[in-house]
């Protein structure tokens, strides 16, 4: 039997562990099954899914920053039936809990989504990306504006999920606000199971010798190793003002750093790019975790949640 309890709960989804990787990252987990056993993990975050299949932003996408990335990808994906047909099965298959991340543009859009998966086994939770940067057309004065950013909006879209699904409901909210806790106790207060922290930080990049933007999209998100004390901070206060859970992630790449999220207040962390430098990072981390709760001597991981010390 296993000594230390890994187990969690996140918001009404049971995880065998508290470690899952973050959407876009990760693909539908298929690619990823070479590496490392992916059920390993608890659970698998699939792409943002749309309705219908989109292309994405005009290329370059994804650039090297000094301790990060940044990317505009624009939400390529499959988009849902496609997802439905081909990479559920795989995923059910592999018996592995599905976080499926879903985008949308009108609260309906995003209901539908919420209640096709659901009808069709295609998750066990969802997660609405309602902070997505890189959809907007950044020429245009505020063209960024994100849903995450009004927490009336928030709100009306948190409650248009919640009313088309019996999942449970992981609102993914942006960091690129002036307090945290707004958007987050909208969320909560439309129904939200739990709040993913953070998204990706806005940024740009211009190459002085052409003059011109190092991304496609002009604007992108940054993440990576760079984020994570920002990560951390916004999950501790988000944490404090909240009664549901957070699922921590920003620049998680090792069982120390997942372990900083955890002891900020997150009940679950995601493990994001830092799998595109080492494909088993988030399998590393479960591991790292076990070892670490085995040398402090803690039976249950779940008493080390917001047991930072002051
Ligand atoms: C290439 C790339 C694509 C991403 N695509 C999505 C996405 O489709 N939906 C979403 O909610 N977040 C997306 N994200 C944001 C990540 O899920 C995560 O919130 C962010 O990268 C911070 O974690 P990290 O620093 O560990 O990568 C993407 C991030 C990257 C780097």
Redesign the pocket.
Known sequence: MNPVNLAVNLGGLSMKNPVTV????FGYGDEYNHYFDISRLGAVTV??LTLRPRAGNAPPR?METPA??L?A?G?Q?IGLESYLREKVPFLREKNCVIIA?I?GYTPDEYGELARRLEEENGADAI?A?L??PNVHDARHARGGALVAQSPEKVLEYTRAIKAATTLPVFI?LSPNVADIVEPALAAQQGGADAISL???LLGMDIDPETRTPRLGNIVG?L??PA??PV?VKMVWDACRALEIPVLG????SSAEDALQFLLAGARAV?????SFRRPDTALKVVEGLEAYCMRHGIVDINDLVGAMRL
């Open positions: 973050a959407s876009g990252t792409k943002s994804i990060g990335m990317n990808i939400l994906n991340n985008y997660e990306n902070s997505c993914k953070i998204n990706t998100g993440s990576g984020i994570r990560a992630m920003g620049g998680i995601a493990v994001g790019c830092m």
